[in-house]
């Protein structure tokens, strides 16, 4: 069984608000560089970083983090991890990073995400962004902005499809066979 729970449209009113949410939180784009997680959350971190250029008429830092050779539990998931390598082209130092994800689950992800950026120097705070928090933490990690919040049976799933990497803009809620 398959659940739509967001179509394109629920898609970029929830990446406008988000934009608007980290704008009104950091009192505008000064000293704010948005890092994406690879390969969705990438996706979505440059449609939020062009949302708010085309508000602040500033240019925002970016980057992509890949978290394959960081993750605790890779060795257990993946027999031969091919990892596309992190992009910061700039240093983070002092920076106001948003971290942007498609879904928060466990935290895992996102605590790899950190160890990368950080790897990379220390910015001045890192601040979470995501487009769905379906719970489930299994480490003590909190999302600032969240697109939807859902919640998810142990025999579920959430899908988050983006127009760059699968075609359409879709989230779906999917149970388990």
Request: aromatic share 4%; charged share 35%.
């Amino acid at each position: 069984m398959t659940k739509i729970l967001m179509d394109d449209k629920a898609v970029l009113r929830s990446l406008n608000k988000i934009a608007h949410q980290i704008l009104e939180q950091n009192e505008g784009a000064d000293n704010l560089s948005i890092i994406g997680i690879r390969t969705r959350g990438v996706d979505l971190a440059n449609r939020i970083v062009n949302i708010i250029e085309d508000i602040e008429k500033v240019k925002i830092l970016s980057g992509c983090v890949d978290i394959t050779l960081y993750r605790d539990d890779f060795r257990e998931t993946v027999d031969f991890p091919h990892p596309k390598g992190s992009e910061i082209q700039f240093d983070p130092k002092g920076k106001k990073i948003i971290l942007v994800d498609d879904v928060l689950f466990t935290g895992r992800t996102v605590r790899s995400a950190i160890d990368v950026i950080l790897d990379f120097g220390r910015p001045k705070s890192i601040q979470l962004a995501v487009l769905v928090d379906r719970d489930g933490r299994e480490l003590p990690i909190q999302p600032d902005y969240i697109g939807r919040k859902v919640e998810v049976r142990d025999n579920e799933y959430v899908q988050v499809l983006t127009k760059e990497t699968d075609g359409e803009d879709k989230i779906m809620l999917i149970k388990r066979k």
